[in-house]
């Protein structure tokens, strides 16, 4: 078997049919022999998808129209692709699809709100993949539409499903290597699983850079390619922060502690399923062919060194803790801290503490924030801001501190080698 190449293009790279034709290109250039493509959802689809799931819930008599107009556009979008005389068998295929959710519509909602997100929302992935393999056979490249939902085993945490990786690796293996064998593309969804009672699961937004590790990994891949509209990783999010630089090459560490203070550029989860088997992942931009894009593997003993990298958590509350007695805080009172943020799933994001005082920042959860809150104070004194940005600067100076601090209220810092974090109110 000639070496494998995992490909995932993204909601923004096939928003509309002229992005499509541009993966196309894509793929005529860059696609090699042994080729897996991983796709999402088309444009804002997955919003588009929750608003409908939530009307539904709501009892709103907009639902359907608003599935209509989904629908809708996957249908002109076909439409300037092909057409249903030449390929009818998608049009079709497309049709059954939403009349899966339209038949879910029809009764009023009896199962509960993230069961049903996960059966409505997965179908933006399913009409993608079916379009986009459409096309590229419609074109003669040759590809094989897989359902990821036959491959990926997961547990029924809906809308954040757990992988079972042993039994997921086995079944991708199982799925993808005969049909790469028989020669073309093998393209199938991101995001989606399956339970063992065939329920369809979701792996947590912007999974399909998760999926798509998963399938590298179990394959065996060369490496992996994602292709996004910036040149690669830069040192920010471009829609927040001024001034910054593209990254040529992130070591895995690196990358995994960007996605944990909150880089979105990719999935948190993405990075481990590569690291374990030293799988490149390329960050490539697919309005510029031509441009280097960004290359994550290998380790900082290579001799890796970055400029300052920048991260921001919005919706934040900011809390001060502390015992009722002003005693000093052990180990116990931690144990019952974190036990509080463990049974509401508040994500804590930074933490820091005195002899008396934990400092905390945790992401606002509405709600839940009325009982955690509640547990919190019958148990400790509590301050809190809320409202606030916690802003991460890793390879920090002392000069980007005071360029992001500049016109912001600073209400607690903290500096550890390498990492700073700042909260500030907004
Ligand atoms: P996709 O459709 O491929 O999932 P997204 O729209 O989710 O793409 O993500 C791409 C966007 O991520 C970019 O347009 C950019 O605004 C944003 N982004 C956030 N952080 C970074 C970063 N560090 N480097 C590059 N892009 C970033
Ligand atoms: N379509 C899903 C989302 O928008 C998954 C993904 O794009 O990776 O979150
Ligand atoms: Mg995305």
């Not at 992005?19 to 919003?47: D, F, P, Q």
């Not at 593209?246 to 690196?254: A, F, H, N, P, V």
């Not at 088997?277 to 003993?301: C, E, M, Q, W, Y």
């Amino acid at each position: 078997m000639k070496p494998i190449k995992v490909f995932k293009f993204g909601g923004a790279s096939l928003r509309d049919a002229d992005n499509i034709r541009n993966v196309a290109h894509i793929l005529r250039t860059y696609g090699t022999e042994s080729l897996v493509i991983a796709v999402s959802a088309m444009g804002k689809t997955t919003n588009a998808l929750e608003e409908v799931v939530r009307a539904y819930f709501a009892k709103s008599d907009k639902t359907h129209d608003l599935l209509e107009k989904i629908k809708q556009n996957h249908y002109t979008l076909m439409n300037h692709l092909f057409d249903i005389k030449t390929n009818k068998e998608v049009y079709s295929s497309v049709n059954d699809t939403f009349v899966e959710i339209e038949w879910i519509l029809e009764d009023a909602p009896h199962d509960a709100f993230d069961y049903v997100y996960d059966q409505i929302v997965s179908i933006g992935e399913v009409v993608s993949s079916k379009i986009v393999a459409g096309y590229l056979n419609h074109i003669g490249l040759k590809t094989t539409w897989l359902d990821a939902r036959d491959m990926v085993l997961t547990d029924d945490t809906w809308r954040e499903a757990i992988v079972q990786r042993k039994q997921t690796e086995q079944q991708i293996r199982a799925k993808m290597l005969p049909a790469l064998e028989k020669g073309g593309f093998v393209l199938t969804q991101g995001f989606l699983g399956s339970t063992k009672d065939n329920n369809t699961t979701t792996l947590g937004r912007e999974g399909t850079d998760y999926s798509a590790a998963l399938y590298a990994n179990a394959v065996d891949a060369q490496g992996m390619y994602i292709w996004k509209d910036v040149q690669g990783v830069l040192t920010g999010d471009p829609r927040i922060f001024k001034n910054l630089v593209k990254l040529d090459k992130i070591s895995y560490s690196e990358a995994i502690e960007m996605t944990y203070y909150g880089a979105t550029v990719v999935h948190p989860r993405t990075i481990a399923p590569l690291m374990q088997k030293n799988i490149p992942l390329h960050v490539r931009s697919f309005l510029d062919l031509n441009a280097a894009g960004t290359v994550i593997g290998g380790a900082d003993s290579e001799g890796l060194t970055y400029p300052p990298i920048l991260m921001t958590e919005r919706n934040q509350i900011f809390l001060k803790v502390w015992n009722q007695d002003l005693t000093f805080l052990v180990e116990s009172h931690i144990r019952d801290l974190f036990d509080i943020f463990a049974k509401y799933s508040i994500f804590v994001n930074l933490l820091q503490n005195s002899g008396l005082y934990f400092f905390l920042s945790i992401t606002n959860k509405p709600e839940a924030m009325a009982a955690v809150l509640k547990a919190l104070s019958d148990n400790f004194n509590v301050e809190r801001v809320d409202g606030c940005d916690l802003i991460t600067i890793r390879h920090y100076n002392d000069a980007k501190i005071k360029e992001l601090q500049m016109g912001k209220q600073l209400i607690f810092e903290k500096r550890i080698p390498q990492t700073y974090q700042m909260v500030v109110s907004v």
